[in-house]
Structures are given as C-alpha cells and as structure tokens.
C-alpha cells in the first residue's frame, strides 16, 4: 500500500506561482512513475503532468507546457510540480497518483495507469 499526501495549494492571483508537493509514505517506492491530475468542478479529472521515478522523464499536458515543471526528489519520496503564471482556468483540485512497475506499456496521461491517488490539493487562481 502506497499513502500520497499533497500539500502547498492555496489561492493565488493571475500570474503567480504555486508549488504543490505529493509525499509518498508506506510500500516505498516501488512506483515507477508520478503523476499530476486536476478536477475543476463539472469537469472530468485532466491529467498535468507526470514523471518516472528512475531516469526522470517528463510529460506535460499541452495546456500547461512552459509553465507547470515536474520534479522528485527520490530521496525524500516526493514529488512537486512547480506551477508559474497561473491561471484562473488553473483553478481546480490537484492530485497525485502513483503507478506501479510491472505492466509493459506506460501512457502517462490516463488516470487509469495509475495505483493510487491522493486527497487532493486546491488550487485556486483569481483573476
């Protein structure tokens, strides 16, 4: 079992920066990737941005590429996702999901590649 644990949203103008972190604790960490999603409300959950643990591979969603960063920290078990010029359409709760070794093919962008997720964390951009 895998506990994920975000933290750092809060609410923040048009045009500045949040960073969101996702704490992994329990069966760590044979995760082979992270990823970040959102949910804004009456909206389907979209996948942000995601990272593999060995080798650090990056993927971003085309609506946050230049803007959104996604890093880990392997010794800390975390994962953060630096979040510049912000958005009102950025406004949403974020969560972090972790996906297990063992299956050949990873598309980072599907929610359901993913083992387990956390609470979420809200973000909210004012405009």
């Known amino acids: 079992q895998v506990q994920l644990v975000e933290s750092g949203g809060g609410l923040v103008q048009a045009g500045g920066s949040l960073r969101l972190s996702c704490a992994a604790s329990?069966?760590?960490?044979?995760?082979?990737?992270m990823g970040w999603f959102r949910q804004a409300p009456g909206k389907e959950r979209e996948f942000v941005a995601a990272?593999?643990?060995?080798?650090?591979?990056?993927y971003y969603a085309d609506s946050v590429k230049g803007r959104f960063t996604i890093s880990r920290d392997n010794a800390k078990n975390t994962v953060y996702l630096e979040m510049n010029s912000l958005k009102p359409e950025d406004t949403a709760v974020y969560y972090c999901?972790?996906?297990?070794?063992?299956?050949?093919?990873?598309?980072?962008?599907?929610?359901?590649?993913?083992?387990?997720w956390g609470q979420g964390t809200q973000v909210t951009v004012s405009s």
């Open positions: 999901a972790s996906r297990l070794p063992g299956r050949p093919v990873y598309s980072p962008a599907l929610n359901y590649e993913y083992d387990y």
């Open positions: 990272i593999r643990w060995s080798g650090g591979s990056t």
């Open positions: 329990g069966r760590t960490f044979s995760s082979f990737a």
